[in-house]
C-alpha cells in the first residue's frame, strides 16, 4: 500500500530522516517508535505533505506523493491525526467531523448521519453540540481520528494517539483502531506506549536520529540490544 523509499529530510544542517525505506502492507499496522527527536513526526509529515521531502520516494497504491499537498494526499486516501491536537477549537463536535467533508456525498443528510453515527459509537453523541475546545485533550484526539474516519481513508497516520490520555479512553481508542483493522484499514502508529505498540503491530520499525535501528515484530523489538541501548542507555 505505501512504499517508502531512500525518504530524507533536512532542516537546514540538521539531518532529521537519513535515507529511510519501509513499506506498509494493506490491511497492516506498522508500529514506529524511537526517543523524542528521532524523526517519527517528520515521516508523518512528510508522508501527508505538511514537510516536502528532501530526497526519496513516497509511493501510495503506485502514485508518488513526492510534492503533493496535504489536502490532496487526504483525497488520495490517507488520513492522519497529530500529537497535539488540531480540532476546530470553536467548532462544535459535529462540526468539526462535517466542515471538512461537506459536498463529499450525494447529501448533508448522508454526511450528518454518518458523523452522528460515529460520534455515537465512541459516546460522544450526547456532546455534539459542545465547542470543540471544551473537551478532555483525550477526547480531542478521539474526535480527529473520527474527523479522519469521514473520510474513510485506506491508511491513517496516528502520531502519539494515546500520550497523556487515561487509560479508560486509551481503550476506546484502541477499540477503534482493532474495529478499522477488521474493515481493511492500515495504519502507521507512532506511540511511546509500548504495550499498545507490541499488541497492535504487525510489524515495528524502531528510529534513532533518522534512521531504522531494528525493525521486526514485537519479540524481536524486546530482545535487540541496540534497541535497548538506543531507549535505556548501556
Ligand atoms: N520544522 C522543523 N524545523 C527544524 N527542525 C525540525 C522541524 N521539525 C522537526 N525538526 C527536528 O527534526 C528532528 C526530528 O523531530 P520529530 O518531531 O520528527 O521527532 P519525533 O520522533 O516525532 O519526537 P517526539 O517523540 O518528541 O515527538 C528533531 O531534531 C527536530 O528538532
Ligand atoms: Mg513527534
Same mark, same amino acid.
Given at each position: 500500500m505505501l512504499d517508502v523509499t531512500n525518504l530524507q529530510k533536512t532542516f537546514g544542517g540538521l539531518v532529521a530522516?537519513? !535515507?529511510? !525505506?519501509?513499506?506498509?502492507?494493506?490491511?497492516? *499496522?506498522?508500529?514506529?517508535?524511537?526517543?523524542?527527536?528521532?524523526?517519527?513526526?517528520?515521516?508523518?509529515?512528510?508522508?501527508?505533505? *505538511?514537510?516536502?521531502?528532501?530526497g526519496g520516494s513516497i509511493r501510495f497504491g503506485g502514485t508518488e506523493l513526492a510534492g503533493r499537498r496535504p489536502h490532496e494526499v487526504t483525497r488520495l486516501g490517507i488520513g492522519r491525526t497529530f500529537q497535539v491536537p488540531r480540532l476546530f477549537r470553536r467548532l462544535t463536535l459535529i462540526e468539526n467531523l462535517l466542515i471538512p467533508v461537506l459536498g463529499t456525498e450525494p447529501t448533508d443528510k448522508a454526511l450528518t448521519d454518518k458523523a452522528e453515527a460515529l460520534l455515537d459509537e465512541v459516546d460522544l453523541h450526547r456532546i455534539r453540540d459542545n465547542y470543540a475546545e471544551e473537551l478532555s485533550g483525550g477526547q480531542q484526539k478521539l474526535v480527529e481520528l473520527? $474527523?479522519?474516519?469521514?473520510?474513510?481513508?485506506?491508511?491513517?497516520l496516528l502520531d502519539e494517539p494515546f500520550a497523556g &490520555?487515561?487509560?479508560?479512553?486509551? $481503550? &476506546?481508542? *484502541?477499540?477503534?483502531?482493532?474495529?478499522?483493522?477488521? $474493515?481493511?484499514? !492500515?495504519? *502507521?502508529?507512532? !506511540?511511546h506506549d509500548m504495550t499498545s505498540v507490541y499488541r497492535l503491530s504487525d510489524h515495528i520499525l524502531v528510529l534513532n536520529q533518522g534512521e531504522t535501528i531494528a525493525e521486526g515484530n514485537a519479540s524481536d523489538i524486546q530482545n535487540n540490544p541496540a534497541v535497548v541501548e538506543a531507549f535505556l542507555g548501556r
Open positions: 530522516v537519513k !535515507s529511510l !525505506s519501509f513499506q506498509v502492507p494493506d490491511n497492516s *499496522i506498522l508500529g514506529l517508535i524511537g526517543v523524542n527527536g528521532s524523526g517519527k513526526t517528520t515521516v508523518m509529515n512528510c508522508i501527508n505533505g *505538511i514537510y516536502h521531502a528532501s473520527l $474527523r479522519v474516519m469521514m473520510f474513510d481513508p485506506a491508511l491513517i &490520555v487515561h487509560p479508560n479512553l486509551c $481503550r &476506546v481508542f *484502541i477499540d477503534q483502531i482493532v474495529k478499522l483493522k477488521e $474493515r481493511g484499514k !492500515s495504519f *502507521i502508529l507512532v !506511540s
